[in-house]
């Protein structure tokens, strides 16, 4: 099992850029598999970004591509997504997102496919 606790949200202005981290607490972080996903007001949860467990593996969603990267580090336990170029429409609560993978090096992009859960870290994004 694993807990995640995101961190590094705030205000920022168009433009600008953000760094989110999500620490992992379990000794065996490097097989999960890490997503990024957010869930603005009066929409769905979205998917952002994921990353295999080596981290030889990243996906994205269109929408963020070329702005946003998603990275880890398996001895820090941690995963960050490095958010540039930031714009209004990116405003949300940003969660990340675990999923045990122990024989496959592959990312998910699905909400269904993770099994554990972050708190959540709120990204404004003012115009």
């Known amino acids: 099992q694993v807990q995640l606790v995101e961190s590094g949200g705030g205000l920022v202005q168009a433009g600008g850029s953000l760094r989110l981290s999500c620490a992992a607490s379990g000794r065996t972080f490097s097989y999960y598999a890490m997503g990024w996903f957010r869930q603005a007001p009066g929409k769905e949860r979205e998917f952002v970004a994921a990353i295999s467990w080596s981290g030889g593996s990243t996906y994205y969603a269109d929408s963020v591509k070329g702005r946003f990267t998603i990275s880890r580090d398996n001895a820090k336990n941690a995963v960050y997504l490095q958010m540039n170029s930031l714009k209004p429409e990116d405003t949300a609560v940003y969660y990340c997102?675990?999923?045990?993978?122990?024989?496959?090096?592959?990312?998910?992009?699905?909400?269904?496919?993770?099994?554990?859960w972050g708190q959540g870290t709120q990204v404004t994004v003012s115009s």
């Open positions: 997102a675990a999923v045990p993978t122990y024989y496959s090096d592959s990312y998910y992009y699905r909400i269904r496919e993770y099994d554990y």
